[in-house]
C-alpha cells in the first residue's frame, strides 16, 4: 500500500507535466489580404487582417513607438506608423510598374487590425499582370504566413507568401 501512493505522488506530476506541455497554444502568425476590384468604382479595394499584439509588437520593435493598439491609451501617431510600415512592406504592381495606393484607415475586430487600402482609377482592360509583395510582419516572425486573395471579374486567385517567397503574380 505504501509503494502504491509513493508510486502515484511520483507518476501524477510526471503526467501532469506531459499533459501541460502538450496542451499549451503554439502561436499562429498570419495576416489575410483581400483584394477586390470594383468595376462601380474602378478601383482596388484591399482589406488587411493582422492579429494586434503582433502589430503591436512591431511598432515597438521596427519604431520605438508604444502603440497600445486597440486600447484606450492608443497613440495618436499609431496610424502613421501602421501607414509608414505597410508602404514598406506592402507593393502592388501592374504590368511591372509599383502603384501608388491610398492609405484609408484600420479598425479593431475583436483581435485584429484590419487595415483598409486602396488603388484607384484602375482600367482593368488596360492590365495584364498584376503582382502583390507582401512582407508585413515577415521581418519579425519567421513563421509569418501572410495569405492574399485577389478578385476580379468573376476570377480569384490566391497567395500564401513567407519570408522566402514574398511575391505573388498573376495575369489579369
Same mark, same amino acid.
Given at each position: 500500500?505504501?509503494?502504491?501512493?509513493? #508510486?502515484? $505522488?511520483?507518476?501524477?506530476?510526471?503526467?501532469?507535466?506531459?499533459?501541460?506541455?502538450? =496542451? =499549451?497554444?503554439?502561436?499562429?502568425?498570419?495576416?489575410? $489580404?483581400?483584394?477586390?476590384? =470594383?468595376?462601380?468604382?474602378? #478601383?482596388?479595394?484591399? $482589406?488587411?487582417?493582422?492579429?494586434?499584439?503582433?502589430?503591436?509588437?512591431?511598432?515597438?520593435?521596427?519604431?520605438?513607438?508604444? #502603440?497600445?493598439?486597440?486600447?484606450?491609451?492608443?497613440? /495618436?501617431?499609431?496610424?502613421?506608423?501602421?501607414?509608414?510600415?505597410?508602404?514598406?512592406?506592402?507593393?502592388?504592381?501592374?504590368?511591372?510598374?509599383?502603384? #501608388?495606393?491610398?492609405?484609408?484607415?484600420?479598425?479593431?475586430?475583436?483581435?485584429?487590425?484590419?487595415?483598409?487600402?486602396?488603388?484607384?482609377?484602375?482600367?482593368?482592360?488596360?492590365?495584364?499582370?498584376? =503582382?502583390?509583395?507582401?512582407?508585413?510582419?515577415?521581418?519579425?516572425?519567421?513563421?509569418? /504566413?501572410?495569405?492574399?486573395?485577389? /478578385?476580379?471579374?468573376?476570377?480569384?486567385?490566391?497567395?500564401?507568401?513567407?519570408?522566402?517567397?514574398? /511575391?505573388?503574380?498573376?495575369?489579369?
Amino acid at each position: 500500500m505504501m509503494k502504491l501512493i509513493k #508510486a502515484r $505522488t511520483m507518476v501524477l506530476p510526471l503526467v501532469l507535466l506531459l499533459f501541460l506541455s502538450f =496542451s =499549451s497554444a503554439h502561436k499562429f502568425y498570419v495576416s489575410v $489580404t483581400n483584394i477586390v476590384y =470594383s468595376e462601380e468604382d474602378s #478601383a482596388f479595394q484591399i $482589406t488587411s487582417r493582422v492579429f494586434i499584439d503582433d502589430l503591436d509588437k512591431l511598432l515597438k520593435e521596427r519604431y520605438g513607438v508604444e #502603440a497600445k493598439l486597440a486600447t484606450p491609451n492608443e497613440s /495618436k501617431i499609431a496610424e502613421e506608423y501602421i501607414e509608414k510600415y505597410f508602404r514598406t512592406k506592402f507593393v502592388v504592381e501592374m504590368d511591372g510598374e509599383i502603384v #501608388a495606393y491610398n492609405f484609408l484607415g484600420k479598425r479593431y475586430d475583436n483581435d485584429v487590425v484590419i487595415c483598409y487600402l486602396e488603388i484607384p482609377n484602375v482600367d482593368l482592360s488596360e492590365v495584364k499582370q498584376m =503582382s502583390v509583395q507582401n512582407e508585413v510582419l515577415t521581418d519579425l516572425f519567421d513563421e509569418q /504566413k501572410n495569405v492574399v486573395h485577389v /478578385k476580379w471579374k468573376g476570377n480569384k486567385k490566391s497567395f500564401v507568401l513567407i519570408r522566402e517567397n514574398n /511575391k505573388g503574380m498573376l495575369n489579369l
